[in-house]
């Protein structure tokens, strides 16, 4: 696939599994809170789509948690994007957030 291509199929992604997450999957906010997906890339060869998301609580099982439900996502993407082959689906969890929060903290306590 294209990098054009590909970054654009990326971006749609992204879209969608957000959507559907809100929509479709709203008992999983209950257990982790908001859920939010930081980025989507697919695989060179595009047997692979890499999910990375965040979350605000029980960040360990969120991964497990989406992985439950990937068949539905995967059903999803194949009816709404034109994929040759629908890539297999990996979530993965996006920590920049908390490293941030650390960085951040680290700073504020050397009193400059």
């Not at 809100?22 to 060179?44: A, D, M, R």
């Not at 605000?56 to 709404?80: Q, V, Y």
Request: overall charge neutral; hydrophobic content about 35%.
């Amino acid at each position: 696939m294209k990098q054009e291509r590909r970054s654009k199929a990326e971006s749609i992604s992204q879209k969608l599994i957000s959507e559907f997450i809100i929509n479709e999957l709203q008992e999983l906010t209950v257990s982790h809170g908001i859920i939010t997906v930081t980025k989507v890339e697919i695989s060179n060869d595009s047997s692979y789509i890499d999910i990375h998301v965040s979350c605000l609580l029980n960040h360990d099982e969120l991964t497990k948690s989406l992985s439950d439900h990937a068949h539905p996502i995967h059903r999803m993407l194949g009816k709404k994007i034109a994929f040759i082959k629908v890539p297999k689906i990996r979530f993965r969890y996006d920590s920049s957030w908390e490293n941030a929060s650390h960085i951040y903290d680290t700073i504020k306590q050397l009193d400059i």
